[in-house]
């Protein structure tokens, strides 16, 4: 049996856990699990379906350099990601959580991360032109380009 560890207590977890048995923390939904559990190759999906499988799971992923453009991300749980010099452009990343993951020197044009959630993200050099930031919450510990004001790309600081 496959292990990982509970993204809230560290402790380990099957692969096809829905909670965490120590710390009662959300995994992951039944339909997910089972996925997993039958070993679903995602590769031989056609890419809209393959979406519904890797999405859920890009939670601290390694995703420097990715091709991403114009990829629908909604709802996607990217905290911790690896986005460095990343291609997002046109990317739909809506209600995305984006919180401490590192795009530096991405690519976000035209992208949409309209009420996104990059609390602690560095965005040091990413291409921010025409990026909808519209109800996107950031922090103090949010780090955009020089020169970018996040506020008039209506992004709301959490206080």
């Known amino acids: 049996m496959t292990v990982k560890r509970c993204p809230a207590c560290g402790s380990p977890v099957s692969r096809t856990a ?3 048995s120590l710390c009662g923390e959300f995994i992951r939904s039944r339909d997910e699990a089972r ?3 039958q070993e ?6 056609p890419l809209d379906e393959a979406d519904k499988y ?10 420097r350099g990715a091709l991403l453009g114009g990829a629908d991300l909604f709802h996607a749980d990217l905290r911790g990601a690896d986005l460095r010099g990343a291609d997002l452009a046109a990317a739909f990343l809506s209600t995305a959580d984006l919180s401490l993951a590192d795009l530096t020197g991405a690519n976000l044009y035209r992208a949409d991360l309209s009420e996104a959630n990059l ?4 965005l ?5 032109l025409e990026t909808d930031l519209r109800g996107a919450e950031y ?5 955009f380009p ?3 004001d996040p506020a008039c790309a209506g992004a709301v600081q959490k206080p």
């Not at 679903?40 to 999906?45: E, F, H, N, Y």
């Not at 609390?119 to 560095?122: E, K, L, Q, V």
């Not at 040091?124 to 921010?128: F, P, Q, V, Y």
């Not at 922090?139 to 780090?143: E, K, M, V």
């Open 40 to 45: 679903t190759d995602v590769d031989a999906l």
């Open 146 to 148: 020089l020169d970018f």
């Open 124 to 128: 040091t050099d990413a291409n921010l």
């Open 139 to 143: 922090d103090g510990q949010t780090i």
């Open 18 to 20: 829905v909670e965490c």
């Open 54 to 63: 890797i999405v859920p799971f890009l939670c601290g992923a390694e995703l």
């Open 119 to 122: 609390c602690g993200a560095d």
């Open 35 to 37: 996925v997993l559990d």
